[in-house]
């Protein structure tokens, strides 16, 4: 725990997706070359007589006006912002490249110059329908705002252009700000955004639409949930074919010789009827993820039902609108029956088809307080920071894991625990007086665990006899100290995995099979009050995002990624895994960014992983599946002298702010909001004491406990 793994970097690169510069490498040396600089240039055309900014709402101060992001990827923000009060954010997702444009109405045969302010990793600036030569430029990282131009020279044809940004697939958000096309304007210019939709009464099939006229627009585009419609000459107009007792959501943009305006603010109106039959039973139930007290169910939505009634085991648990539901309030591992009817002014419907769930087993998590603070404590040794006692330890840590025990060899299996002696720690206590300071933080609800491994104790279970010695002698420690279960910090060469063992979810290697059998064997003598604890460094968790082992075809350190197959085989049995998010390199995060330790995003980054879920080795068909956050904890020294990796308390907050709150995330954005987050471990409660208990005050302070 106290050491390190040497981060080597893998020796086989993974194939993966490449970055284009630009839809072609010769554009994107072309125009690189054309990149305006002060005093001259082509840019010069910019500043003859008769040219103007040409660019709506190029500050983003009027939030998206003037602009179309293509999937919903884009959105105004206040900060960070290069100039003003507003700023572009766009987020690609999946195939989408977060594309932002504008049209704008030029003249031909005449000179221009595209300009703007980005921030972020491979963001580009361009235009199209220029008629000659579409321009693009680019930045493959701007930590910071970067100002990027170009320019271009319209065809003898061209009374329109499109101005454009995106980013680039897998990566994260991206900013930009100010942005600006400068020369002759046209003599059409686009319409304005139509103002005033709104919606008659609608009957059960056609919705009547009106807004107000808009100067120079000679036609209007009308779309219903975001697919036009119709196009039409007027101010008016009635929607038709629609289904009685539906919303939909209408918005109207105006166009003309020029081009296209932005959509207007929807507008939502329901069709009539519905109400005058008893709707028909819903379909399709269907149960996500369900936790320890949680079970998502969804559903076929029901035309003409206004809503719907959910039951668990024939009694109405609770009514809802839409056809989702989570219920809540349940016990682990227990199997409940689930049925869903629709409902309207008519009455109810039949119940549908029982769906039968189980919830997850709680690993004994149940047993923890919500938000829990891990530690371990020097119980086999001083190690600089001086021997704190059983009886000693604050009150603040909810689960105390004593360090360590260790093997007698690296591959005998059997482990021994042996306290610190009194040469090195003066002041240790008796047995006697130490499991009696046990059974009182017991008593006080607190849970104790023996560790096993850490830095110097290799443990590789190679044989079945090492793997039966492991059970023994584990079990004799927990009974001889009355123990509530076991953490498992293996280090350095501890696991590795063999060549062509290349699936997680079947490992083949025995040190990983043997390891995982054993601890289902202690798991299943001890019941479902035994508390299991894991602390692998990223090296054999996270990297495994990018490699795997020795690879497809060896040569990369086997073993990297090498716990993801114990912990997947053990996700139903795990209390919590809480990663070493120090002593490591960097390592790639889902944004597919290097992040490194010293900040909170490198906490953000590795713990967001455990929470979404990856692909292993890039392999989108071999999905490491998400941990439950009550699952997870993020492991961080508790003092300079602890660890490499040691971040201030500031920085502490700042990466619970932004998995439990959605705040103070800085540029990486996470995958979700996780509120029930279980906590932090700190290596440990006696460098925590050394210095002066700043983690687990802040700790308490934190979650106020």
Not at 591 to 616: C, E, K, R, W
């Amino acid at each position: 725990m106290s050491g390190s793994t040497s981060v080597r970097p893998p020796t086989r690169a993974r194939a993966g997706r490449l970055r284009p510069l630009v839809a072609a490498t010769s554009t994107a040396f072309l125009t690189a070359a054309m990149l305006t600089v002060a005093g001259g240039g082509a840019a010069d055309a910019a500043d003859t007589a008769g040219t103007a900014e040409l660019v709506q709402n190029g500050g983003f101060e009027s939030g998206l006006t003037g602009w179309t992001c293509s999937a919903g990827s884009g959105a105004a923000v206040t900060t960070p912002v290069h100039a003003g009060t507003g700023a572009l954010k766009a987020t690609p997702a999946g195939g989408d490249n977060a594309r932002c444009s504008q049209t704008v109405t030029v003249q031909p045969s005449s000179d221009y110059v595209i300009s703007g302010w980005m921030r972020g990793s491979y963001v580009y600036l361009g235009a199209t329908g220029t008629g000659t030569t579409d321009p693009a430029t680019w930045t493959g990282s701007a930590p910071d705002w970067t100002r990027l131009t170009t320019n271009f020279r319209t065809g003898p044809n061209t009374t329109s252009v499109t101005l454009y940004t995106h980013g680039w697939y897998g990566t994260g958000a991206y900013y930009a700000d100010d942005l600006s096309l400068v020369g002759p304007g046209g003599t059409t210019q686009i319409p304005a955004v139509p103002t005033g939709l709104a919606a008659g009464a609608p009957t059960t099939t056609t919705v009547p639409l009106s807004w107000a006229a808009v100067p120079g627009a000679t036609s209007y585009k009308v779309y219903r949930d975001g697919v036009l419609a119709q196009t039409v000459t007027g101010t008016s107009t009635t929607v038709t074919g629609l289904t009685q007792a539906t919303a939909y959501s209408f918005q109207v943009s105006a166009a003309n010789s020029a081009g296209e305006s932005a959509k207007s603010a929807p507008v939502t109106a329901t069709t009539t009827g519905g109400g005058t039959q008893i709707p028909a039973t819903p379909t399709g139930l269907a149960a996500g993820t369900p936790t320890t007290t949680t079970v998502p169910l969804s559903w076929t939505a029901v035309s003409g039902a206004s809503g719907y009634n959910v039951y668990r085991d024939g009694v109405l648990a609770q009514s809802v609108t839409g056809a989702t539901a989570t219920v809540t309030g349940l016990t682990a591992a227990t199997a409940y029956g689930f049925q869903v009817s629709a409902t309207n002014a008519a009455g109810e419907s039949a119940k549908s088809a029982v769906l039968t769930v189980t919830t997850a087993t709680d690993g004994g998590g149940g047993q923890l307080p919500p938000h829990a603070l891990i530690g371990y404590l020097h119980a086999s040794f001083a190690n600089g920071s001086g021997y704190t006692k059983m009886a000693d330890v604050p009150a603040s840590w909810d689960v105390i894991n004593l360090a360590f025990g260790e093997p007698t060899s690296v591959t005998s299996g059997d482990i021994r625990f042996n306290r610190c002696p009194v040469t090195e720690c003066p002041g240790v206590e008796s047995d006697a007086d130490f499991k009696a300071a046990i059974r009182a933080k017991q008593a006080a609800g607190k849970k104790v665990l023996i560790s096993i491994g850490g830095q110097n104790g290799q443990v590789q279970l190679s044989t079945t006899a090492a793997r039966d010695k492991f059970v023994q002698s584990v079990g004799a420690i927990i009974d001889e100290y009355g123990l509530d279960g076991l953490d498992i910090d293996f280090e350095g060469h501890s696991l590795s995995l063999n060549t062509g063992d290349t699936d997680f979810k079947n490992p083949t290697t025995p040190v990983i099979v043997n390891l995982i059998s054993a601890v289902k064997t202690l798991k299943a003598k001890y019941g479902s009050r035994f508390v299991l604890t894991m602390a692998p460094e990223t090296f054999f968790v996270q990297l495994g995002y990018q490699y795997y082992g020795a690879g497809q075809w060896g040569g990369q350190d086997p073993r990297c990624g090498a716990y993801l197959p114990v912990i997947y085989a053990l996700r139903d049995d795990l209390t919590l895994l809480h990663v070493q998010d120090y002593n490591s390199g960097s390592i790639m995060g889902l944004d597919n960014q290097y992040h490194s330790m010293g900040g909170a995003d490198f906490h953000i980054a590795m713990t967001d992983m455990l929470l979404t879920g990856f692909p292993v080795a890039g392999k989108t068909e071999n999905m490491f599946p998400a941990l439950r956050p009550e699952q997870v904890a993020i492991g961080m020294p508790a003092s300079t002298q602890a660890g490499n990796g040691w971040v201030s308390t500031t920085e502490v907050n700042k990466a619970l702010d932004c998995l439990t709150k959605g705040t103070n995330c800085g540029s990486y954005q996470t995958h979700g909001v996780r509120p029930n987050l279980r906590g932090l471990m700190t290596w440990s409660i006696n460098w925590d004491r050394f210095n002066n208990l700043e983690f687990s005050r802040n700790f308490d302070t934190y979650f106020r406990r």
